[in-house]
């Protein structure tokens, strides 16, 4: 397998699943402002709509958008929470996670990643959004558990850290969500994530 990603970018979120699963694969760096791989490929061949992430399997195959590469990685690699834990909804409590962290928490992140300029009342509007995402966010965590479903890392775990780190890049304090931010750092902790954060550039 070759994943196509940008260093902190919601590709990461694979890269880290790919790490914590020991799995054997390779990595491309994309530059999509640019459209060109790190090897000068254009990315446009691998997925016409431009963005990270895309992995290509043996056969040749491209399976792109983050929440269905993070479905099959978790299909792929049980060990993370599936339902072989003897919750058979949990299998979709993995997909309505994903899917609140896609349409939801990533979007909230947009405006501060869009290059615009904004006015201080939009941008006070930008944040109290993000800060009501973050809220919503903080209220899964109020389950129980180290992880978003109870004690076993799942996919959306890997996807939500990668999110909330983004915070450490436009000056957003988790400090209101003590929960969070401890959830946050529970999972930098991890091995698989450490060597990520290397694997990108992002960690000495």
């Not at 409590?93 to 947009?110: Q, Y």
């Not at 919503?136 to 479903?149: E, I, P, V």
Request: proline share 4%.
């Amino acid at each position: 397998m070759k994943l196509f990603y940008k260093p902190g970018a919601c590709s990461m979120a694979a890269h880290l699943l790919l790490n914590e699963a020991g799995a054997t694969y390779s990595l491309e760096k994309v530059d999509t402002t640019e459209g060109l791989t790190e090897t000068g490929a254009t990315y446009a061949q691998t997925n016409p709509r431009g963005y990270v992430p895309a992995l290509r399997f043996e056969n040749g195959d491209v399976l792109t958008e983050n929440v269905a590469i993070l479905h099959w990685l978790g299909e792929q690699y049980p060990n993370f929470a599936t339902d072989t834990a003897g919750k058979p909804l949990d299998r979709f409590r993995v997909l309505e996670l994903l899917s609140f962290l896609s349409s939801e928490l990533h979007k909230g992140f947009s405006p501060f990643f869009s290059g615009k300029e904004f006015s201080e009342a939009e941008a006070a509007e930008n944040q109290a959004k993000l800060n009501t995402k973050l809220g919503q966010f903080d209220a899964l965590l109020a389950k129980g558990g180290d992880y978003l479903l109870g004690d076993t890392f799942s996919v959306a775990d890997a996807y939500a850290f990668v999110i909330l780190n983004w915070t450490n890049f436009i000056g957003v304090s988790l400090g209101d969500w003590p929960k969070m931010a401890a959830y946050v750092e529970r999972i930098r902790a991890r091995p698989a994530t450490l060597k990520t954060l290397q694997e990108e550039g992002l960690a000495a």
